[in-house]
T-cell receptor
Framework: AQKITQTQPGMFVQEKEAVTLDCTYD???????LFWYKQPSSGEMIFLIY??????QNATEGRYSLNFQKARKSANLVISASQLGDSAMYFC??????????FGTGTRLQVFP | NAGVTQTPKFRVLKTGQSMTLLCAQD?????MYWYRQDPGMGLRLIHYSVGEGTTAKGEVPDGYNVSRLKKQNFLLGLESAAPSQTSVYFC????????????FGDGTRLSIL
């Protein structure tokens, strides 16, 4: 069975510092994809970044990058230069087959001045 | 640009009542999904559809039915609401390619008394 694990229920980071949010996954399928979503207090789900299992390079999107370590089955999200607006819940998700997403339980990030 | 629109945003039901949640997307996406989000559990897939006229069960389908009569709409029905169905419900849609993210609506907060 496929599974996503986010072991950090909460994280704190000071403004302008970098922070890493952990995500490990378990799958026997050689083809898979990993997504990160942000959920601010207003409730909407915002797509941040995607990493495919066959991608050779780590994905980057602006201040977001994904530290993909395939052998360790980890896909950690790195946010550089944190901003107060980054305070939110962050969910890691894995694509199961071509269609479904399996979500982790999330990490609540709080950025303080 | 509307994206994914969910109706209603809030609803309170009594046990045993029925209701339908409506999801509409204007991005011509083939795939649509219904998730529920409960505290500390991330998002769990209820049902999904890979095209007009098709539906399939997800992780937690019991007590729900769905229909996709038109490509842009995906309906989630509760025939006899139970307190355990109190949750926040999210609709999402995506293109068929596996590297494409799911786009989410703003959610429907449903309380069953």
């Amino acid at each position: 069975a496929q599974k996503i694990t986010q072991t950090q229920p909460g994280m704190f980071v000071q403004e302008k510092e970098a922070v890493t949010l952990d995500c490990t996954y378990d799958t026997s399928d050689p083809s898979y994809g990993l997504f990160w979503y942000k959920q601010p207090s207003s409730g909407e789900m915002i797509f941040l970044i995607y990493q495919g299992s066959y991608d050779q390079q780590n994905a980057t999107e602006g201040r977001y990058s994904l530290n993909f370590q395939k052998a360790r089955k980890s896909a950690n999200l790195v946010i550089s230069a944190s901003q107060l607006g980054d305070s939110a819940m962050y969910f890691c998700a894995m694509r199961e087959g071509p269609r479904k997403l399996i979500f982790g339980t999330g990490t609540r990030l709080q950025v303080f001045p | 640009n509307a994206g994914v629109t969910q109706t209603p945003k809030f609803r309170v039901l009594k046990t045993g009542q029925s209701m339908t949640l409506l999801c509409a997307q204007d991005m011509n996406h083939e795939y649509m999904y219904w998730y529920r989000q409960d505290p500390g559990m991330g998002l769990r897939l209820i049902h999904y559809s890979v095209g007009e006229g098709t539906t399939a069960k997800g992780e937690v389908p019991d007590g729900y039915n769905v229909s996709r009569l038109k490509k842009q709409n995906f309906l989630l029905g509760l025939e006899s609401a139970a307190p355990s169905q109190t949750s926040v419900y999210f609709c999402a849609s995506s293109y068929s390619q596996g590297n494409q993210p799911q786009h989410f609506g703003d959610g429907t907060r449903l309380s069953i008394l």
